[in-house]
């Protein structure tokens, strides 16, 4: 088992950064993909970047040129550098560590708020 805490989140106004940092509590050994996904009221769960252990990164078309994720493999953390915030980048933001098909571990979510 791996558990995920995530920190970071906050109120921020339209224009500002935050940064988000998610911590597993155990060194996750070989192949894996670590993210972010988040969720707003009424809609459904939304991928906003990944990383490969490798460190290939993915990104939403709406956070990209102003999101960055990175990772720390010592710490087992990765981040998720948020800047030029906009009011829809509100939403609860969830750490996710995919290993294979059949297992994946999420963290409790960080509540992020951009006032317009």
């Known amino acids: 088992q791996v558990q995920l805490v995530e920190s970071g989140g906050g109120l921020v106004q339209a224009g500002g950064s935050l940064r988000l940092s998610c911590a597993a509590s155990?060194?996750?050994?070989?192949?894996?993909?670590m993210g972010w996904y988040r969720q707003a009221p009424g809609h459904q769960r939304e991928l906003v970047a990944t990383?490969?252990?490798?460190?290939?990164?993915n990104y939403a078309d709406s956070v990209k040129g102003r999101f960055t994720i990175s990772r720390d493999n010592a710490k087992n953390t990765v981040y998720l550098q948020m800047n030029s915030l906009k009011p829809e980048d509100t939403a609860v933001y969830y750490c996710?560590?995919?290993?294979?098909?059949?297992?994946?571990?999420w963290g409790q979510g960080t509540q992020v708020t951009v006032s317009s």
């Open positions: 990383i490969h252990s490798r460190g290939t990164s």
């Open positions: 996710n560590l995919h290993l294979n098909s059949w297992t994946d571990y």
């Open positions: 155990r060194r996750v050994i070989g192949i894996n993909t």
